[in-house]
C-alpha cells in the first residue's frame, strides 16, 4: 500500500493543506483562517517534524496545566484567553478531521491487498481462536485496527462505547474519529471551532456513538486528545470510564498473562499516564516490545520492571512464533 507520500503520522502540521475544513469544499484547514491561534504559534505544513512536534508538547503542556489548575482551585478566577489554550482547541479539532482525511484515502482493496502481511492481525486471531481475551490499549486516533479486524472477521467492542462480550476489547483512552458526540452541528449552521476547555459541556461514554462512516459527520465536540497530553487531566466522563476498564484489567493481571507492545512514545509529558499502567502489571508476565528503535528510557524501564522482557526489531518473529505453535 504506497500511501507515505499522502499519509505522514509523524509530522501533524505537514498535510494540513489539504484537509477540507468541515461543511466547506475548502480546503486548508491548517490556516490562518480556520486556525489563527496555532497559526500564530508558528504551525505550518512546511515546518520540520522536530519543530512541530515542539510546538505540539508546547501546546499540550499548557492544555495540561491549565487542567491541572483547574482541578487543584477550582473556584479561582483564571484566564481563558491565553493563545495556547485557544490553540488546544484548534488543534483537537483539526486532528480529529486530519485523520479522517487519512482514513479516506485508504480503500477496503488498499486493506485486503495488506492483511495478510500483518503480523499484529495474525496475533490477535490466533488468541482468539485460543480462547484467550485480548485487550488492546491504542493511544491511536484512527480506525485502521478496527477496519482490519473487521476485514478479518474478529468481533471486538470498544471498551465504554458499547457492551458486546467479544474476547478482543479496544480501549481508546486519548479518543478516536469514530467517537462521535450524538449532538451534531445543524445542517445549515456553519462549522466553528469550540473552547473545548472554557466550556462545560457534558461528555459522558453515553453522550456518543461509534460511527466509521465519518465524511459528513459533525459533532459540536471531538473525542481527541492530542498527542502528549495527560488524559487523567481531563475531567470529561468518557475518558474516566475508560481508564476505570484500563485499571480494572491490569489489577487482575497474573504472570501467566502476556503483554504486546507496538511501537509507542515516551515522551516526558505522557510518562505518567504509562506508567501508572506498567507499575500495576504483575512483573512477572512475559512483555514483548516490537519496535526498530525503542526509546532509551522506555527500554530501561521495562528492562528494571520485568524479567522476562523481550525486545523485537521485527514484528515478523512473532509470526514465526505463532507457527512455532507458543
Known amino acids: 500500500m504506497e500511501k507515505a507520500e499522502e499519509i505522514d503520522l509523524a509530522n501533524l502540521f505537514s498535510k494540513g493543506e489539504h484537509v477540507l475544513y468541515p461543511k466547506t469544499n475548502t480546503r486548508g484547514f491548517l490556516s490562518r483562517k480556520y486556525t489563527p491561534d496555532l ?15 515542539q510546538l505540539v508538547t508546547d501546546v499540550i503542556t499548557c492544555a495540561n496545566v ?18 495556547y489554550i485557544h490553540a488546544y482547541s484548534e488543534l483537537s479539532s483539526y486532528l480529529r478531521y486530519l485523520f479522517i482525511y487519512y482514513d479516506s484515502l485508504v480503500s477496503e482493496k488498499d486493506l485486503k491487498n495488506i492483511i495478510d502481511e500483518i503480523e499484529l492481525i495474525h496475533y490477535i486471531k490466533n488468541r482468539v481462536l485460543r480462547q484467550k481475551k485480548v485487550y488492546i490499549i491504542t493511544y491511536n486516533y484512527d480506525v485502521f485496527l478496527e477496519r482490519l479486524l473487521k476485514l478479518a472477521d474478529i468481533p471486538f467492542s470498544i471498551y465504554g462505547f458499547d457492551d458486546s462480550k467479544a474476547d478482543v476489547i479496544l480501549f481508546k483512552p486519548h479518543g478516536s474519529i469514530s467517537f462521535s458526540f ?10 466553528n471551532i469550540r473552547d473545548l476547555i472554557a466550556e462545560s459541556i457534558s461528555q459522558n461514554s453515553t453522550d456518543f456513538e ?5 465524511q459528513e459527520d459533525y459533532p459540536i465536540v471531538n473525542a481527541i486528545i ?12 468518557w475518558i474516566k470510564d475508560i481508564r476505570k476498564g484500563i485499571d480494572e484489567i491490569v ?17 516526558h509529558v505522557d510518562r505518567n499516564e504509562l506508567d501508572e499502567i506498567l507499575l500495576s502489571l504483575d512483573n512477572k ?23 522476562n522482557y523481550i525486545h523485537f526489531s521485527n514484528s ?6 505463532i507457527a512455532d505453535g507458543e
Open 226 to 237: 492530542p498527542p502528549a497530553g495527560d488524559a487523567e487531566r481531563f475531567g470529561f466522563g
Open 316 to 321: 515478523k518473529l512473532i509470526v514465526e512464533d
Open 251 to 267: 489489577s487482575k493481571s497474573t504472570s501467566k498473562d502476556e503483554m504486546m507492545m507496538f511501537g509507542l512514545s515516551y515522551w
Open 182 to 191: 450524538k449532538i451534531k452541528i445543524q445542517e445549515y449552521s456553519p462549522y
Open 39 to 53: 497559526w500564530n504559534l508558528g504551525a505550518r505544513t512546511y515546518m520540520s517534524y522536530e519543530a512541530a512536534t
Open 210 to 214: 461509534i460511527k466509521y462512516d465519518l
Open 285 to 307: 508476565m512475559e512483555v514483548r516490545f516490537v519496535n526498530p528503535k525503542p526509546p532509551t528510557a522506555l527500554e530501561a524501564v521495562l528492562t528494571s520492571l520485568f524479567k
Open 66 to 83: 491549565y487542567n491541572l489548575s483547574v482541578e487543584k482551585r477550582p473556584n479561582e478566577e483564571r484566564d481563558s484567553s491565553n493563545i
